[in-house]
């Protein structure tokens, strides 16, 4: 079972709609959550990161936790043509404060 | 803002040669780490290393990779007799190490290097 989970995408949405990204984890005693956004050819630039249940807020980004259900989301509203991007998902498994493991990430894409 | 800086951005290299990629972490960063990401695939942790020395390191860091803090800025991966499969690009990282709980604090990626193997 992969340690973060996540569907590749690409996924496409229309410039000003919602993009819903999700994310779910093995490890259930991890405690951070991380939502890394990353250009072709670029770094990971950090969006958001989440500790406890529920939702957190930032601009157009809403990051949501459910640990029971082993499952973080990041939603982008009002979308842009710049936020065309992959994704990246990353936890900080139970097992070590020292690391963060990522995902495969999403491939996001806004139409005009 | 301060920033994680990475030199070279590209490294060409041929095969069974030694190269050492440098980063210079964020001045007050106690926490410092390698990535890599091949071509397609995703982030993949290699190693973190704090007061001096290796604190974790993934199954990928084998014998043929090293780490070092050589004076107070700078942060070296040093990777020996390079092999095809090298070929990525290779991210530092760096990570305060104080106030919260260390695994609630992000880390602070560089623009990388991409080192290709001939």
């Known amino acids: 079972q992969k340690e973060v989970e996540q569907n590749s995408g690409p996924l496409s949405v229309p410039e000003g709609a919602i993009a819903s990204l999700n994310c779910t984890y093995s490890d259930r005693g991890s405690q951070s959550f991380f939502w890394y956004r990353q250009y072709s050819g670029k770094s990971p630039e950090l969006i958001m990161s989440i500790y406890s249940n529920g939702d957190k807020e930032d601009g157009r980004f809403t990051a949501q936790l459910n640990k029971a259900s082993q499952y973080v989301s990041l939603l982008i509203r009002d979308s842009q043509p710049s936020d065309s991007a992959t994704y990246l998902c990353a936890v900080t498994p139970y097992s070590s404060a020292s690391k963060i493991i990522f995902g495969s990430g999403t491939r996001l894409s806004i139409r005009p | 803002e301060p920033e994680v800086t990475q030199t070279p951005s590209h490294q060409v290299t041929q095969m069974g040669q030694e190269v050492i990629l440098r980063c210079v972490p964020i001045s007050n960063h106690l926490y410092f780490y390698w990535y890599r990401q091949i071509l397609g695939q995703k982030v993949e942790f290699l190693v973190s290393?704090?007061?001096?020395?290796?604190?974790?390191k993934s199954e990928i860091f084998d014998d043929q990779f090293s780490v070092e803090r050589p004076d107070g800025s700078n942060f070296t991966l040093k990777i020996r007799s390079t092999k095809l499969e090298d070929s990525a690009m290779y991210f530092c990282a760096s990570r305060s190490g104080t106030g919260m709980w260390l695994g609630n604090q992000p880390q602070h990626f560089g623009d990388g290097t991409r080192l290709s193997i001939l």
């Open positions: 290393f704090y007061n001096n020395e290796i604190s974790e």
